[in-house]
């Protein structure tokens, strides 16, 4: 299995459709974040272990969030669970000026060694942040887009505090992904989308 060949099943069974995140696919190379003993996996379409307990998201389900998530150029996002940093390089690579945090610092640093050699924690386009990001990100708040990598069991109050007014949310809660749209300050159109697996949220 190729990289292409990943992409074109993912548009085939219509996960990927919009032309930014297609070439989002192609240009952050998913094996320039997985571990050196899965490399040969990098393009199946399975989470893979990067240690600690964690694992880099199935690429199907990557390819959903973001779909869901329309993210703009010059968008603030604020990413929950950098893992690897494989979301994070997409996130940045669609335009957006991401913040993610994670809480386990032995994947930060390998995400940020992979991060950098696209250039983006160099370029300002990737700040990443340690700690409890079930708290949100007050001292970076507000944000445009908030994506989440790991599962809450009830969406955190933070997250949905920090989004502005018009801006959306996509986050794993039990085996759902719900994606919230902020209307007013207290006012929310949700959706969500049942059968997927994550790791879970770890609140502090
Ligand atoms: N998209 C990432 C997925 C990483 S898995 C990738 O493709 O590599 C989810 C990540 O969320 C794990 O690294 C885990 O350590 C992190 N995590 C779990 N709970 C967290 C919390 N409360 N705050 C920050 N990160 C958290």
Do not use: C
């Not at 696919?25 to 040969?40: A, L, N």
């Not at 240690?51 to 993210?71: D, H, I, K, N």
Request: without cysteine; charged residues 25%; proline residues 4%.
């Amino acid at each position: 299995m190729t990289k292409e060949d990943l992409i074109q099943a993912l548009i085939k069974d219509g996960y990927l459709k919009t032309p930014a995140i297609i070439e989002a696919f192609q240009k952050i190379d998913r094996k320039d974040f997985v571990p050196e003993e899965h490399k040969e996996r990098a393009y199946v379409n399975e989470a893979l272990p990067i240690g600690y307990g964690q694992t880099t998201s199935q690429p199907l389900v990557v390819a959903f969030m973001l779909e869901l998530l329309q993210l703009n150029p010059g968008e603030k996002v604020l990413e929950i669970g950098t893992g690897s940093g494989w979301k994070t390089a997409l996130l940045a690579q669609l335009g957006g000026i991401v913040f993610s945090m994670e809480r386990i610092e032995e994947l930060q640093k390998m995400a940020d060694k992979n991060i950098q050699n696209y250039g983006f924690i160099e370029n300002g386009s990737v700040k990443l942040l340690s700690g409890d990001g079930s708290k949100g990100y007050p001292e970076g708040a507000s944000f445009d887009k908030i994506i989440a990598a790991a599962a809450a069991d009830v969406l955190p109050e933070a997250w949905k505090g920090q989004l502005n007014i018009g801006g959306r949310m996509v986050a794993p809660v039990g085996e759902s992904i719900l994606v919230l749209e902020k209307i007013s300050k207290n006012k929310f159109k949700t959706k969500e989308y049942f059968g997927f697996s994550f790791v879970p949220l770890i609140r502090s």
